[in-house]
Nanobody, 124 residues
């Protein structure tokens, strides 16, 4: 069993930046792909970015390309999401999730473990 704990959410003005962290308690066969998802009020959960640890391979949804960066620190068992040039439409609860090697990165049902979520609010 792998536990994921997100941190780093908060409130920021449009154009600002935030960094989210996802700390894993351990690694197992179901923690090969680490994804960040978000859920806006009244919407379904959507994939934002993912990384295939321990490689540098990453994927992003189109709306965050060029603004968000996902990276990891293997020694700290932590995956980060650096969010720049934030927009009001980025406001959501952000979740990290872990899945096996066969995980389709943007598919919610493919992931095995989930964190509790952290709120990100972008508003002037």
């Amino acid at each position: 069993q792998v536990q994921l704990v997100e941190s780093g959410g908060g409130s920021v003005q449009p154009g600002g930046s935030l960094s989210l962290s996802c700390a894993l308690s351990t690694y197992d066969a179901n923690s090969f792909v680490i994804g960040w998802f978000r859920q806006r009020l009244g919407n379904e959960r959507e994939g934002v970015a993912a990384i295939w640890r321990p490689t540098p391979w990453t994927s992003y949804t189109d709306s965050v390309k060029g603004r968000f960066i996902i990276f990891h620190d293997e020694s700290k068992k932590t995956v980060y999401l650096k969010m720049n040039n934030l927009k009001p439409e980025d406001t959501a609860i952000y979740y990290c999730a872990a899945g096996s090697q066969g995980t389709r990165w943007a598919t919610v049902g493919d992931y095995t473990y989930w964190g509790q979520g952290t709120q990100v609010t972008v508003s002037s």
